[in-house]
T-cell receptor, first 113, second 114 residues
């Protein structure tokens, strides 16, 4: 069975600094990897995905993520954080053979002004 | 519709009562998913519908939970004899034939059992 780990419940970063939200996964076969963001009292919004191809994936709002097969990681990054990036971030995975996503427990990102 | 619509947005019910939660997916999306998000926790898969195929019910936590979907339209999640531990946000998502593009989520129904 597949699983996702987000080792940090909370990440704090100063505005303008780079940010990283960590994600590692376990899945049989080739993984399909996703990042979602959840703002307060709203549903999850799709940020970016990795299916195949370049290991560096660019998504919405200036976010990017790097797929590292040897480390089974898919960390979310942004070169310069904004206060408006403060939200709850979820990593998700599914094997190519399945349709349903398995989500991590989420990481609360707080960007301090 | 333009997005996934869920109703009600908030529901407070007494312990032991039955509740019905509704999800209206994006028109043309063949797949529909229900997840549960307890306070401070991640998303827990409940059930998945794909077209007219038999649903994947492997995530339903007990026989008090059930869901229906007619064709590729509205779905209803029913919780019978609600318990306090059922309190959570119930999220619905839908996806097109190519789920490589991920899901589109609704805003959820916040269920509080008192």
């Amino acid at each position: 069975a597949q699983s996702v780990a987000q080792p940090e419940d909370q990440v704090n970063v100063a505005e303008g600094n780079p940010l990283t939200v960590k994600c590692t996964y376990s899945v049989s076969g080739n993984p399909y990897l996703f990042w979602y963001v959840q703002y307060p009292n709203r549903g999850l919004q799709f940020l970016l995905k990795y299916i195949t191809g370049d290991n560096l994936v660019k998504g919405s709002y200036g976010f990017e993520a790097e797929f590292n097969k040897s480390q089974t990681s898919f960390h979310l990054k942004k070169p310069s954080a904004l206060v408006s990036d403060s939200a709850l971030y979820f990593c998700a995975v599914r094997p190519g053979s399945a349709r349903q996503l398995t989500f991590g427990s989420g990481t609360q990102l707080t960007v301090l002004p | 519709g333009a997005g996934v619509s869920q109703s009600p947005s908030n529901k407070v019910t007494e312990k032991g009562k039955d509740v019905e939660l509704r999800c209206d997916p994006i028109s043309g999306h063949t797949a529909l998913y229900w997840y549960r998000q307890r306070l401070g926790q991640g998303l827990e898969f409940l059930i998945y519908f794909q077209g007219n195929s038999a649903p994947d019910k492997s995530g339903l936590p007990s026989d008090r939970f059930s869901a229906e979907r007619t064709g590729e339209s509205v779905s209803t999640l029913t919780i019978q004899r609600t318990q306090q531990e059922d309190s959570a946000v119930y999220l619905c998502a839908s996806s097109g034939r190519d789920s490589n593009y991920g899901y589109t989520f609704g805003s959820g129904t916040r269920l509080t059992v008192v």
